[in-house]
């Protein structure tokens, strides 16, 4: 007796359709299994290719994990290639094949599994055609992009669209020996990771000399010779020898549509939960479906090879069995090598939740992959979102070096479970020195995030600070004075976490408090102190201030790539550039990896304490922003900075102890030097012309310095002072000087306030910035405000009365800035 065997026809090869074709034979051997490709090849790593490119990868060979010849012997399938599958008929169960020979037949099947995958978008612009121009989704752009590179001199490389396949390319192509652009329309790479860990890796880009051209459109390209011209919509142009378009991929979907099968709402083909289509004999896996997702139940693709497999074996079981296995979803695990930097992410970041109106809360966090003690103790950035209500976990970001893999598997098997943060606290980590910390960052996450959920912290996020009126808050800056000396956030006080206690009197208890610090645990420190003190709106910094810094830095645009190839940077070349009166000199060398700001600094400057003029000084550390403060603290000490550079996550920065000849040629030049104005007056046109002449000054780059002195003092002091003690002079004083700049008389022709109010008055109705606002824009500018000591002494003015940015200063102080000054003015 014959019986008939089950027929199975699978269209598409690669992690789809070749997977579930094994798995169908593992299942049974009494089937006939025939799988079509139109390309030449079934399985292959296509996630290597562009490490291929790049040079990463030696061996073509190696891209492929089986033949269609091994492949179809082992698992007795019948494997065509070079073969599309251009219809099918759905009723009569038959699918229409065309050849590479040109020949069209047919084949009948019982089950058919539908994996095309997804293909490059490529829009239509002038010159798209253009020769040396490519995509890359398979072998054969590959082939193609890596002969071009080998008959052509590829210096210059321009990459359209910053997702995670053009970022690897720019890696690739950069070890390949070409200066490399990224031109992409968003305001950031990576777009399925939120800004702020985005601006992370924009960072690093530029530190590998990578040209971003972000908020940026491509309106079409134009061939020279050898030469292409990249268009830019804002008028731009940008020559270039190769371009990479990586703009994204779409769901390949028209064999399913032309066949009447159901496409669904993000026009990917429609399947259940069993991954069939609307036609019960047709399964698809891969790319081209669609499949709600399991935070939010909303249809969405998901590109990613790791899912792809899961399908093509559930399906495969579902296509033998019957629809016994059911699919879950996926909720985009991905993760990506970019140059030192390893960046992943899973579930939905903060911008889809927002943008899907779902209520959500973050955290984010700086720490350590393993113990900081233990050398190689790299950074690592984790952002995670989850539901302000019950703290069900959302999504996690991670940008960072080492076990990066490790953790944000954790959160996606966190994620898929239902776990809430309270649940990243309970994982059960493996620790020893060389892999973790006793608590692991995945824990601290969770930890920050209960916090938060249990108003034990109140988050503030770099946005909010971003937007915000300073004016109307006081914000404190918790680190050290040699860190704030180093930088800060414009309008910040400084009082340091230990101080904080003994200091609460300078912290005003009616407004809101606003803490941060250089990561954000010394701000939640700091904001439990003065919570416990009575203070009731105090809110701290989320990521403090690396992440502040990151997320609200310029990336200018560039000018164009280098004349001559400056990718190295080596920092011999700025050594012996920089060090002509130095000969000789020694190098002495500090690890300072594994340690949280502001330790890097702390043991630079101790080792500069202990040199000898001329000898150089060479740090190392695992924070990304140490090389930044090297060469602002090299600014404010006279010391020169000679150089830095990366490797593989360590950041090195080459310092000189200043010499003679050092100080000498570190002098600024007439047209360098800052202005310094002394206020010794407090009637409005005046104060207004201090501020006009400061403003302007700032605008042209110059340091400008403001002294207030006597009654120059009214013109900073607050609207809404707290209550300060005062003796009976302090008081008289008080009651006969002006409360505040609003109360400012003219000089000439005040007529017992009507006319400072008529000048208030035109000022406004002419678009005149009031002296409120050219005060504001002067503390946004940068411009230092000096309250005189010994006139605030004299007067009775306490420092609580005056403005938080304002320093306070003696003679010295005025006199160290006019010496460095080449405009000094007395109003």
Partial sequence: MTVNKKKYIIVGGVAGGATAAARIRRMTEDAEIILFDKGAYISYANCGLPYYIGGVIDERDRLFVQTPEAFGKRFNIDVRTLSEVTAIDTAAKQVTI?????????????????????????????????????????????????????????????????????LEMAENLNHAGAQV????????????????????????????????????????FSREGEELTVHFKSGIRLKADMVLLSIGVRAETRLAQAAGLRLGEMRGIWVDEYLQTSDENIYAVGDAIEFPHPITGKPWLNFLAGPA?????????????????????????????????????????????????????????????HAGYYPGSLQMDIKITFSPENGKLYGAQIVGYDGVDKRIDEYAMAIKNGATVRDLTRLEHAYAPP????????????????????????????????????????????????????????????????????????????????????????????????????????????????????????????DGFDETDKMSSEIAEGQTENSSCAAGSSVVKVDACGIQCPGPIMKMKQAMDGLNAGQQLEVRATDAAFPRDAEAWCRTTGNKFLGKRSESGVYIAIIEKTTPCAIEASRPHPHDMGQTLILFSDDLDKTLATFVLANGAAATGKKVSIFFTFWGLNAIKKAHKPRVKKDIFGRMFGWMLPNDSSKLALSKMNMMGIGAKMMRYLMEKKGVDSLESLRQQAIDNGVEFIACQMSMDVMGV??????????????????????????????
């Fill in 435 to 558: 892999f973790s910390s006793a608590k692991d960052p995945v824990a601290i996450s969770g930890y920050v995030a209960g916090n938060i959920l249990t108003d034990k912290m109140t988050p503030l996020y770099w946005r909010e600070l971003k937007e915000a009126d300073i004016t109307k808050v006081t914000l404190v800056d918790v680190r050290t004075p040699d860190e704030y000396a180093l930088g800060t956030i414009s309008g910040a006080v400084n009082i340091p976490l230990d101080d904080m206690r003994e200091r609460l009197s300078e912290i005003p208890n009616d407004r809101p408090v606003w803490l941060f610090c250089g990561v954000g645990l010394r701000g939640y420190l700091a904001s439990n102190i003065l919570k416990a003190n009575g203070y009731k709106v105090v809110r701290n910094l989320i990521g403090g201030l690396k992440t502040y810094k990151a997320a609200t830095a310029t990336i200018e645009t560039p």
């Fill in 98 to 166: 065309h050849t590479a020979d040109g020949k069209d037949y047919t084949e009948t099947y019982d089950k058919l599994l539908l994996s095309p995958g997804a293909s490059p978008v490529v829009p239509p612009l002038q010159g798209i055609d253009s020769e040396g121009i490519f995509t890359l989704r398979n072998v054969n752009d590959t082939d193609r992009i890596k002969a071009y590179m080998n008959s052509h001199q590829v210096k210059r490389a321009v990459i359209v669209g910053g997702g995670f396949i053009g």
């Fill in 798 to 827: 306490n420092r609580e009365e005056l403005l938080d940015n304002v320093t306070i200063g003696g003679v010295a102080s005025y006199m160290e800035r006019a010496d460095q000054a080449n405009v000094n003015l007395f109003i």
């Fill in 309 to 369: 497999n899961r399908q093509a074996r559930i399906v495969a079981d579902n296509m033998v069995l019957g629809n016994k296995e059911k699919y879950e979803g996926a909720i985009g695990t991905a993760i990506a090598k970019v140059f030192d930097l390893t960046v992943a992410l899973t579930g939905l970041p903060a911008k889809r939740l927002k943008q899907m109106d779902i209520p959500y809360l973050s955290a984010t966090i700086h720490n350590g992959a």
């Fill in 181 to 220: 652009a990224v031109v992409e329309m968003a305001d950031q790479v990576m777009s399925p990771i939120d800004y702020s860990m985005a601006s992370l890796v924009h960072d690093h880009l530029q530190q590998q000399n990578v040209k971003l051209y972000l908020k940026q459109a491509v309106e079409g």
